[in-house]
């Protein structure tokens, strides 16, 4: 059966914003964004190689449709100068550690060194979540430690599992918010050099503050 032309259009949105996935290899990023998108999880996942596409759409408030465009990087070394180039173009970042692998939460800062490095004078909006909550008993990351992790990188966090699904949607508006809010006070400015956010409607005028900020950042640079 033929579907009319309309079912075969992607929804109107107002913002698109790009959402990179990072963090050690098997931390559970493709299985986060799998209970995200298509509402399951299975046990044995083939580890991403190179980079994986996935899209959603959410609607932040009545009439403010978002598309979410997602990168799900390969968390192994071998894949990191792909997976590098995918950093700059993205808005949001889900800096994903398993909460029953310490060196995982170990690697967060050097994760988010890295990205903030490699993307200046660009910025990304990042939420930290520790994942697996579900694994209760084998727990080696205190939700204390990783709040304290978290308030010194200036970030939000959240306990997530794609197992039982817990906190998944939460986790994802909490970032797409963080992305919006940020576009709205101008700590986030989208360009036309800029693919992390796309708008189809006007974005707030960059405010001369926010040009001297941008000058500063580019003058910075960090040593990893
Ligand atoms: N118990 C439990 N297991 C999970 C959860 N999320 C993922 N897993 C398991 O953890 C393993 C790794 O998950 P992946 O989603 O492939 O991890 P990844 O971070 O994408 O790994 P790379 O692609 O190699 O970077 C799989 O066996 C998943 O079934 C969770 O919330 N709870
Ligand atoms: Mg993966």
Known sequence: MLLP?????????????????LGDSTVGKSSLLRRYTEGDFLDTVN??????????????????????QFWDTAGQERFRSVTR???????????????????SFESIRCWHR?????????????LLVGHKSDMAGQRQVGQREAEK??????????????????????????????????????WLVATEAWDG???SVPLPVLPKAQEKEKEKQKQKRCSC
């Open 5 to 21: 032309a309309e079912a075969l259009m992607e929804p109107r949105w107002q913002y698109q914003f790009r959402v990179i996935m």
């Open 47 to 68: 580890q991403t190689v190179g980079v994986d596409f996935y899209v959603q759409f959410v609607e932040l408030k009545p009439g403010l449709r978002v598309k979410l």
């Open 85 to 103: 180039s995918y950093y700059r173009n993205s808005a949001g970042g889900m800096l994903l550690f398993d909460l029953t692998n310490r060196a």
């Open 114 to 126: 890295e990205v903030t490095d490699t993307i200046q004078p660009f910025r990304m909006v990042f």
């Open 149 to 186: 992790l978290a308030a010194s990188l200036g970030v939000q966090y959240v306990e997530t599992s794609a197992k039982d699904a817990s906190n998944v949607v939460q986790a994802f508006q909490m970032l797409t918010v963080a992305i919006y809010e940020a576009l709205q006070t101008g």
């Open 197 to 199: 956010v796309k708008s």
